[in-house]
């Protein structure tokens, strides 16, 4: 018999299993929901940008880099575009150098290419763009492209390079850019528009191209393109354009400064030319130069090292680093002190009889016998010693030291260069931190009579020597020196002035700066002055002061002769001067390394260079500087560690 089934309970069983299916599918499609609305609406924005993110690259655009151009609108600094060989070293799966080898086959790949790139791959993360060759032809640029599917990772970019077209002139003001090294990496990451270096390659390294960079560099743009699966671009989707860096305009007359540097020939020194009644340089020279060219694709080893081991120091920027005593030329100063404070008067005079003894040490005059009877006009126009051997002791290390602060010897001028020297405008106090013991830290007096004529531990920079000249001119109105007269706008042309206003005033008398500046005058158009023979026949009344300083002293009863000396240890000579005499429109300062009588070596270039930017005249080919060496040999570049005697110098001008 059959047995009954349970219909109730299959139906109870059934019902349940249906219950649970549905709980399950509920709770699948609940699952899928929640997965759905978390995806698509809590997250849509995260995973909208990471879709975006791999469809879309936004790339940097560099900006323009700003012009630099001296007063007159003549171009020093510029850019081009060219193309560059890249390699992304992350994206790249063979061999390197089995890659350049194939790469060299289409595109012209020397050793020293390659010897850069690594250096640059050393100093530069794994996943940056880095140049193997740049500026290729259209053939190389060509012949690249129709094979680039063999090369991943490799890649053309179009940039944009710095060029310096008047070469190695003015080199130590323009200065130069360089490739972002990983110091200087850190540097931007440190700074606060640090992402306006995005995409950016080169930076400042010397000069204004360093003091100004954030001017000069501009503002990054970006542009959002998109992309296909294998990175190539399709299209471009939005771009905010970058903003060029600002323009500089120079207060420094080009054809002042190559008149200049060709005056110079191959020796070396340095020369400052500004304008009293504003600050503007207009001429700065440091001799020898170099070429900036060199350095903006980076500098092959040999250049660097020749550029490094030249005993002529090429890099070191004369004017703004290298010291030297001022010889002669600090006289004026002295004798406007003496003025002022009411140590002299015009007339009172001495008996110069060719020394000064002090403290049983004899201190020689330049001339043999003396120059006679002295007042203080004469002591400025034969350059007398004695005079300022005598007055340096009436006056005293600190109160010279006072009087000369505001001057700027020995002082930071602020120009806008980075790396300026401070120089050694020396006092009591000075002495007293300089050294450690005591013997050492005490100041002797035979100390001071040296200060007089510019020696001893005087030690200034030619940019200070020429500030002082040039405010003594502009009878102590203190104008801050700079290089840069004005920035310019590149899309408005809006000009901006950089120095607007004067610095500050030294009270001075007016009848004692123009007598100072009479005695001046005296020195290039009196019979006798110093710079009377260089001077004579200008179309134009200039006033100036010769000066000849020793680089090591002299033994005591030993006399200085310049052809048996060695040539790196003879005299330096130097020339300050000021023209037009009742309204100057320049004042300069500068020495000549090793080429002894200021007269005789200095005097003659600072000629050429006020001939040339007051009437428009240059040297004739006869009358250039000769540029042979008298012993073929190289000056130090800076004498602010040479040791002197006071009391065995004797000074020739």
Known sequence: MNELKNTERELYYFRMRLIFIGIFVFACFSILISRFVWLQIVKYD????????????????VPNRGLIMD?????????????????????????????????????????????????????????????IRTRLTDDEVARFTAQRFRFPGVDI????????????????VIGYI???????????????????????????????????????????????????ANGRAVRTLSRTPPTSGQNLILSVDIELQKVIEEAFGDRRGALVAIEPETGDVLAFVSKPTYDPNLFVEGIDQQSWTELNTSEDRPLLNRPLSG?????????????????????????????????????????????????????????IV??????????????GVDTIHDFMKPFGFGQKTGIDLEHEKTGLLPSTEWKRTAYKKAAQQKWYAGETISLGIGQGYNNFTPLQMAHAMATLANNGIVMKPHLVKMTEDPKTRQKTLTVPKESYRIPLKQENVDFIKHAMVGVTSVPGGT???????????????????????????????????????????????????????IALAMVVENAGFGAESAAPIARKALDYYLLGKRPSDKDKQPTSKADG?????????????????????
């Open 382 to 395: 034969v350059s007398c010693d004695p005079y300022y051997y005598i007055l340096a002791n009436d006056l």
């Open 633 to 653: 040999t190289a000056a130090s570049p800076t004498q602010a560690d040479a040791t002197t005697d006071p009391a065995a110098q004797e000074i020739r001008d």
């Open 71 to 131: 007063r007159n609108g003549v171009i020093l600094a510029q850019n081009y575009s060219a193309y560059t060989l890249e390699i992304t070293p992350s994206k790249i799966t063979q061999d390197m150098d089995l890659l350049i080898d194939n790469l060299s086959a289409l595109v012209d790949i020397q050793p020293k290419h390659r010897k850069r790139f690594r250096k640059l791959l050393e100093e530069s993360k794994n996943f940056e763009s880095l140049p």
């Open 46 to 61: 995260d995973y909208a940008l990471q879709a975006d993110d791999n469809r879309i690259d936004v790339l940097p655009v």
């Open 157 to 172: 970019q179009a940039r944009l390079f710095r060029q310096y077209p008047q070469g190695d002139s003015a080199s130590h």
């Open 531 to 585: 710079g009377y023979m260089k001077f004579r026949d200008a179309e134009y009344v200039s006033g100036g002061k010769t000066g000849t300083a020793q680089v090591v002293g002299i033994k005591k009863g030993e006399k200085y002769n310049a052809k048996t000396t060695a040539e790196r240890q003879r005299d330096n000579a130097l020339y300050i001067a000021f023209a037009p005499a009742d309204k100057p429109r």
């Open 323 to 379: 010291t030297y005593p001022p010889g002669s030329t600090y006289k004026p100063y002295m004798a406007l002190a003496a003025l002022e404070l009411g140590k002299r008067t015009p007339s009172q005079a001495i008996a110069d009889t060719g020394f000064f003894m002090f403290g049983g040490h004899r201190f020689n005059d330049d001339k043999p016998g003396g120059h006679g009877i002295v007042d203080m006009y004469r002591s």
């Open 178 to 228: 360089g490739r972002i090294s990983s110091k200087d990496q850190e540097i931007i990451e440190d700074m606060e528009d640090s992402a306006n270096y995005k995409g950016t390659n080169y930076i400042g390294k010397e000069g204004l191209e360093k003091s100004y960079e954030t001017a000069l560099h501009g503002t990054t743009g970006f542009s959002r393109v998109e992309v296909s």
